[in-house]
């Protein structure tokens, strides 16, 4: 007579069915750990490759334009005449932006020399953005900066006394005595 062995259906006993459930629990768990790990991966390397992607079409960019977007140092030019401010660029003196200027920063500031007045000195009196005495100054300039003080002359430079220190309304008043 001849045997073999062969997998067949069996009845489980108790204590085989309790340990049955209980491996299934923790295979159950395995499975949910491994989905868990399986979905960071690909989230993971999703942004990893949609990081890749995006810096590739940038250079990309960068080579066919020739350019780049860069930090540039850039500056607020007044332009008093003409009540603007222009954004200059430091390294192509481009201009990049233009804005009107407020009130306030229309009102130009007299360069004094406070020395020369403390020692009790006459000094000239220059207000930025004036033309030079050979120029004809700008009509909105006149307008704006000499109406009703007759003490300035139109080239912008006048004298002022050091009994009106660095007060402007003094000043003027000082110089048309």
């Known amino acids: 007579m001849r045997t073999e062995t062969r997998n067949l259906n069996c009845r489980l ?8 459930r209980k491996q299934l629990v923790e295979a159950d768990d395995a499975v949910r750990e491994r989905e868990v790990e399986q979905k960071d991966a690909v989230q993971r390397y999703g942004a990893a490759l949609k990081d890749a992607k995006s810096a590739a079409a940038k250079l990309l960019r960068i ?6 977007v860069r930090p540039v140092l850039c500056t607020w030019v007044p332009h008093y005449d003409a009540g603007v401010a222009k954004l200059v660029r430091s390294d192509t ?6 804005c009107s200027l407020t009130e306030s920063e229309r009102q130009t500031q007299l360069q004094l020399d406070e020395t020369a007045l403390k020692r009790g000195e006459w000094v000239d009196v220059v207000v930025p953005g004036m033309p030079e005495e050979d120029e004809e100054p700008a009509a909105s300039l006149v307008e704006g900066v000499f109406e009703g003080v007759d003490a ?6 006048t004298r002022v006394s050091p009994d009106a220190g660095l007060d402007f309304g003094a000043a003027v008043h000082e110089a048309t005595k």
Do not use: M, P, W, Y
């Open 63 to 68: 080579c066919k334009t020739g350019e780049e």
């Open 152 to 157: 300035f002359e139109k080239n912008g430079v």
């Open 13 to 20: 006993t108790d204590a085989e069915s309790e340990d049955r």
């Open 93 to 98: 003196l481009g201009e990049v932006g233009l």
